[in-house]
Structure formats: structure tokens, C-alpha cells
T-cell receptor, first 113, second 115 residues
Framework: GDSVTQMEGPVTLSEEAFLTINCTYT??????LFWYVQYPGEGLQLLLK?????DKGSNKGFEATYRKETTSFHLEKGSVQVSDSAVYFC????????????FGSGTRLSIRP | DAGVTQSPTHLIKTRGQHVTLRCSPI?????VSWYQQVLGQGPQFIFQ???????GRGNFPDRFSARQFPNYSSELNVNALLLGDSALYLC??????????????FGPGTRLLVL
């Protein structure tokens, strides 16, 4: 079945460092891809999305490009801030009649001042 | 505009009891989905309802059930609670039922602890 694999954390970086969180997926069709962020004690917030191959999603300085050839959707940010500390989830949704989102296990990111 | 709201925020139950969790979608959204997030893991899909009909069900036992009301709010019911049901239960709403343009927006969740 469909699945998402993302790099295990925790990831600890210094402020203004470059961030990459790797994500690969397995899907039978042509899914939409998402990155969600979860701040401590809160629910999930949609960070960015891409609905087809070669699309780039971006928001708040974060970017991810839908790579069909490598089945990847890596999250990047050029200069992280302390406020970016959170758990990041890569996810996919098949564009079928159902609306089920499949999530990766999450990557905890901590940014040192 | 208000986002997705869920109640209660926290709940403590004992094994064998029953629980009802509630969700109000974003105004205008007709689809509600429920997810279970066990500590340290990603959310797992439980149900989707659209226009009061079940559109999808995840791999959960029959102890889990849900319904959607005419105002598109939803309830998740869990019977005969087990310790393993302790989790954060997330509700998500979306404008569309499915498809490439459908985006789900999540509420803050209800944290359930089963003792």
C-alpha cells in the first residue's frame, strides 16, 4: 500500500542554518504531497503542498519540490529560526474518491539560538 | 473566520468506558475526517464523512464509529475503551470530498487518556 518515509529525528540546528528534511513516498497513483507542521501541544498546520510532478510548494521560507522520478518531496529552508522548532510531517493523499491522508512518522526539529 | 474546533480539549476515561468526541468544521466545509495520533507517531486515518455519508474508513475496529450532522459537525464515538486508545484525536475539514484540489485543515485535537 501507499506509504511515506521521512528522515528520523531529532534534528538539531543552530539559528540561520540550512535545513533539509528528507521525504520519500510509495504510491500506486499520482498523489498530492504535503508538509504539515505541529507545534508543541497543538494540532497540525498545513505548511505547503504540491499536487503534481515538478510542482514546488512554498510558504514561510520553506520549499519542497514534487519529484516523481525519485518519488521524493524534501523540505528545505535556507535560514531557520528558533520559532521553526516543531515536528514536521510529510504526507500524501491519493487523488481518488477517498480523502485519506497518509502521514510519515514525523521529524522533530530543534533550533538553538 | 473560525478554524476547525474540537471538544473537549482533554479527556480522561477508564478501560471499558465509552467516549464521544466532537468536531465543528470550518464554515462552508462539508467534509470531515478523523485521525488518531499516538504519541511519537504520525496521524492515522479513521473516517471521512461528506454530506453526512461515510466516504472512507481506515483500519480501525468496529468499536470506532462516527456520524455527521446536517450542519456538517461530526462526532467520533469509541466504545469499550482500551489503554491503547490513548491518543490525540484530530479532526480535519475540507471544502471538497476528494481530488487534487482538496486540502484538509486540522483542528487542535482532543487528547484522550485511558487509565
Amino acid at each position: 500500500g501507499d506509504s511515506v518515509t521521512q528522515m528520523e529525528g531529532p534534528v538539531t540546528l543552530s539559528e540561520e542554518a540550512f535545513l533539509t528534511i528528507n521525504c520519500t513516498y510509495t504510491a500506486t497513483g499520482y498523489p498530492s504531497l504535503f508538509w504539515y507542521v505541529q507545534y508543541p501541544g497543538e494540532g497540525l498546520q498545513l505548511l505547503l503542498k504540491a499536487t503534481k510532478a515538478d510542482d514546488k510548494g512554498s510558504n514561510k521560507g520553506f520549499e519542497a519540490t514534487y519529484r516523481k522520478e525519485t518519488t521524493s518531496f524534501h523540505l528545505e529552508k535556507g535560514s531557520v529560526q528558533v520559532s521553526d522548532s516543531a515536528v514536521y510531517f510529510c504526507a500524501l493523499k491519493e487523488n481518488s474518491s477517498a480523502s485519506k491522508i497518509i502521514f510519515g512518522s514525523g521529524t522533530r526539529l530543534s533550533i538553538r539560538p | 473566520d473560525a478554524g476547525v474546533t474540537q471538544s473537549p480539549t482533554h479527556l480522561i476515561k477508564t478501560r471499558g468506558q465509552h467516549v464521544t468526541l466532537r468536531c465543528s468544521p470550518i464554515s462552508g466545509h462539508k467534509s470531515v475526517s478523523w485521525y488518531q495520533q499516538v504519541l511519537g507517531q504520525g496521524p492515522q486515518f479513521i473516517f471521512q464523512y461528506y454530506e453526512k455519508e461515510e466516504r472512507g474508513r481506515g483500519n480501525f475496529p468496529d468499536r470506532f464509529s462516527a456520524r455527521q450532522f446536517p450542519n456538517y459537525s461530526s462526532e467520533l464515538n469509541v466504545n469499550a475503551l482500551l489503554l491503547g486508545d490513548s491518543a490525540l484525536y484530530l479532526c480535519a475539514s475540507s471544502l471538497l470530498a476528494s481530488g487534487g484540489q482538496e486540502t484538509q485543515y486540522f483542528g487542535p485535537g482532543t487528547r484522550l487518556l485511558v487509565l
